[in-house]
């Protein structure tokens, strides 16, 4: 315990003037005029006895009034600890009141029953009082104030040192600089409140405190400087990112760098001799400043945080609460595209996802840009929010990304996409509090159609699978999505396979060992093989021989065993089926005819892995249909029936399930070779260029924030990663390799949704980081005030005994009041 005003202790001693003032105005014995004398000395010698008791109660409350204004007025602090009363404190204090409380009634009520004088009556409750009080009391001592200071004790029996406001401070000042602390109230952002709080608490620590600064946005840990005004100015640099490491990661940094600073600490005073070797001269503490965003800290909520900080009794950690209890706010939660990479001259159609917390979509616009050759913002199209209703099988639920209900569902079209790289961008006209999420980046490749190579020994079934692609009407219009072209077997070797994106095999009987070779060749460079497996020919076993030959295990992932026939006919079972390959087909509601036509002969294969089966057929063995493998950068996809109209299935007469089938296939077979263009804040972009191209040497990448970084290329390199996309944006990369500068590619960067989830972390969930009791929060510079005071100094039980005083001054007031009362009614009965 510490005291404040240790000096008016002192004031204890008037605790003697009631003692003074109870045997100088003790009350002098009254004369009674009654005709029985023994009667009234007896009455006497009770009356004494039963006032020298209450006298006694009446004297220990007037004592305890001046202890109580004498320790108020000193105002004394306990150490931090739980106060508070237990579950089996409380129950057993309730417990021994109602039992004193029934004692007493039960024995008034006996004593009543054997029809004693009034006088005698008085007497035994006098002392029934005093013994069932006295008794009760001990009791509460023994059996609740006992294991209630033991439990005190325990928790404050490794107390911080004494300390004082003037002792120097080394605290680190933790900020969460994740987007969310963008959101603005009263012209402010959460991020500036924090900055403003701490700012002010600087200007408040003691003369030689140190300050390190540390932000979730980097990984940096800056040194303890004392220089209070420099640390100001890095206060004032911080600014809000995109991407944001977790605030738990961070909270822990902080805790190893107080360690170690007092472990250095401890290392030099005791190398130097000192005598205070084993204390410190600093307070330890660190300062959370954040909005408490649930999506700021992990998930599953660890408990190495709570378990470091049993151990270092002697740090303190501070919350500082800046969120905002009701937020408003309405964005642009998800864009997708129907295509990132198409052929030159087609249409991408936009869908955004808008979401709204608090705040309704009157007056507010969705508007479409996209870049034009000089890099300047075209608008193409604007859509009103308030007349695009959500649908109407919409859950009207809360969105687990962004906490906010998800609101109307926009669709736009890109008409006749011309430039290789077009970089565009969904903008919400609204003035709601929180902007990072109004606005939506995106970009689209468009190169010209991928050339497919198709190899069949059928002519025929080579064209069925060529107008499948390519149809004539399209490519009439110039809006064919590739570019086939029919080749027999004795041209593939003199064919330059690598400026096809996708070779397709129909119906081929055996290859000899140079082609299967390669193929191979063709794969791990990044090509795609499609194996469509028909007609056997007129010997099987020189087909099963072919593809089981060693050159042709290297590439297939099926062993072949035999062709078969289904009786009765069979059929794809693809119901249900996640894999890629049929992600447009759950898009539109189901595979539609292409599950439904039959299927009456196959090829019965052995797999290399079970894991490699995208689908299967619906006979009672589960017999595999459509087989992949991974091989170097490139994909092979067999097809264990064919496609054509020679008896071994009707996927032909499918209508559009056929056509969409073979568009997916293709572009599964060619998505290695796709350069993916839209990513989140801090995700990797990887970009590749065509197998044809010469390997560039280095590129340039332009980020949103005008800067321009080189990027090399390793020997034998087939892509360039790029880690550093913590800036919402568009990005160009540049081609160094020429001296004629070109551009290569671009890509944009979004806010990841989560930011836009203002749902605050729980206590509970806190008490599970940073322990229960183990840590302080508050709102505001006044309440950090407060809380600081009592961390250091302890906890200021100034309003407990100023209650105390109020209760035990009632007390004897009444107490004084009923003791000298006079029984004349009670004695003018009895006569």
């Not at 940096?220 to 990661?249: E, N």
């Not at 151990?311 to 998800?334: E, F, R």
């Not at 996409?417 to 929180?434: A, F, K």
């Not at 539109?588 to 052995?606: C, F, I, K, P, Q």
Request: proline share 6%.
């Amino acid at each position: 315990m510490s005291l404040i005003h240790p000096g008016l202790l002192l004031g204890i001693l008037l605790a003697t003037i009631p003692v003074i003032l109870h045997f100088l105005l003790r009350s002098k014995p009254k004369k009674l005029i009654f005709p029985a004398l023994a009667l009234l000395q007896r009455r006497k010698i009770q009356n004494s006895q039963r006032l020298k008791l209450r006298h006694i109660w009446l004297l220990l409350l007037r004592i305890l009034i001046i202890v109580a204004i004498v320790l108020a007025l000193t105002r004394p602090s306990l150490p931090p600890a739980n106060y508070s009363f237990s579950t089996y404190e409380l129950v057993m204090f309730c417990s021994i009141i109602v039992l004193a409380v029934l004692a007493y009634l039960g024995l008034m009520r006996h004593y009543q029953k054997q029809r004693i004088s009034q006088q005698s009556l008085n007497t035994r409750r006098t002392f029934l009082r005093g013994g069932i009080g006295g008794a009760a009391f001990l009791l509460i001592a023994l059996l609740v104030l006992w294991p209630y200071q033991r439990r005190v004790f325990a928790e404050i029996s490794a107390p911080l040192p004494a300390v004082s406001e003037n002792i120097p401070v080394t605290a680190i000042f933790l900020f969460d600089t994740s987007l969310s602390m963008d959101y603005r109230q009263e012209n402010q952002s959460r991020l500036e409140q924090a900055q403003s709080i701490a700012e002010e608490h600087l200007s408040n620590l003691p003369a030689q405190s140190r300050v390190s600064i540390l932000n979730s946005s980097s990984e940096d840990i800056s040194p303890f400087q004392s220089d209070l005004t420099a640390v100001k100015s890095r206060l004032k640099s911080l600014k809000t990112s995109a991407w944001s490491l977790y605030l738990d990661d961070r909270l822990r940094t902080a805790i190893n760098r107080q360690e170690d600073d007092f472990k250095r600490s401890q290392n030099e005073r005791q190398s130097s001799g000192s005598q205070s070797a084993g204390s410190d001269q600093f307070v330890r503490e660190i300062y959370i400043y954040t909005d408490l965003a649930r999506t700021a800290w992990r998930s599953q909520p660890s408990q190495l945080i709570q378990q470091q900080l049993e151990k270092l009794k002697w740090l303190g950690i501070y919350v500082i609460d800046v969120g905002v209890t009701s937020p408003q706010n309405i964005g642009i939660s998800h864009l997708d595209l129907s295509r990132e990479s198409i052929t030159l001259g087609n249409s991408v159609s936009i869908k955004a996802e808008i979401t709204s917390t608090g705040i309704m979509a009157s007056d507010t616009f969705l508007e479409l840009y996209t870049q034009n050759e000089k890099g300047q913002l075209i608008k193409r199209d604007q859509r009103p929010l308030s007349t695009v209703a959500s649908p109407d099988d919409a859950p009207a639920t809360e969105n687990v990304t962004t906490g906010a209900k998800p609101g109307p569902q926009l669709e736009m079209s890109l008409p006749n996409v011309d430039q290789p790289v077009t970089q565009g961008e969904l903008r919400i006209t609204s003035s709601d509090p929180y902007l990072p999420d109004d606005v939506r980046y995106f970009t689209i490749t468009a190169r010209p159609p991928p050339k497919i190579l198709i190899v069949s020994p059928d002519a025929s079934s080579a064209r069925l699978w060529n107008d499948a692609l390519a149809p004539r009407p399209l490519v009439a219009l110039k809006k064919n999505r590739y570019q086939c072209e029919i080749a027999p077997l004795n041209q593939i070797e003199t064919l330059p396979l690598e400026e096809y994106a996708a070779i397709y095999l129909i119906n081929i009987t055996s290859l000899p060992d140079s082609l299967w070779q390669q193929f191979t060749d063709y794969v791990k460079q990044g090509g795609g093989l499609g194996v469509l497996m028909g007609s056997d020919g007129d010997a099987p076993e020189s087909t099963i021989v072919s593809f089981n030959s060693r050159q042709a295990q290297e590439l297939l992932p099926v062993e072949l065993l035999g062709s078969l026939k289904f009786i009765p006919p069979e059929f794809l079972d693809l119901e249900h089926n996640e894999h890629a390959l049929f992600s447009y087909f759950q898009d539109l509601g189901g595979t539609g005819e292409l599950s439904n036509m039959e299927v009456n002969r196959y090829w019965r294969v052995e797999p290399e892995n079970p894991d490699q089966v995208i689908a299967r057929y619906t006979d009672a063995r589960h017999s595999p249909a459509i087989i992949e493998r991974n091989l170097g950068r490139g994909k092979v996809v067999v097809l264990t029936t064919g496609i054509d109209a020679q008896g071994w299935s009707q996927l032909l007469y499918a209508r559009w399930s056929y056509l969409a089938f073979a568009d997916q296939l293709t572009r599964y077979l060619i998505r290695t070779r796709s350069n993916r263009t839209n990513y989140l804040a801090g995700e990797v972009a990887i970009y590749q260029w065509p197998a044809t191209a010469t390997t560039p040497e280095s590129f340039l990448l332009r980020t949103p924030d005008l800067k321009q970084l080189p990027i090399e290329v390793k020997q034998g390199a087939h892509q360039v990663s790029i880690p550093d996309t913590r800036v919402v944006g568009h990005y160009e990369l540049i081609d160094n390799s020429s001296n004629v500068t070109r551009s290569s590619s671009g890509f944009s960067v979004n806010v990841n949704p989560a930011e836009s989830n203002f749902r605050p972390i729980s206590n509970q969930e806190l008490d599970q980081i940073l322990g229960a009791e183990r840590y302080s929060m508050t709102r505001d510079m006044e309440g950090l005030k407060r809380t600081i005071r009592t961390g250091r100094l302890g906890v200021e039980i100034f309003p407990i005994l100023v209650t105390l005083l109020l209760t035990v001054f009632c007390l004897e007031h009444f107490t004084a009041n009923y003791f000298y009362e006079i029984d004349q009614p009670s004695e003018e009965s009895t006569s």
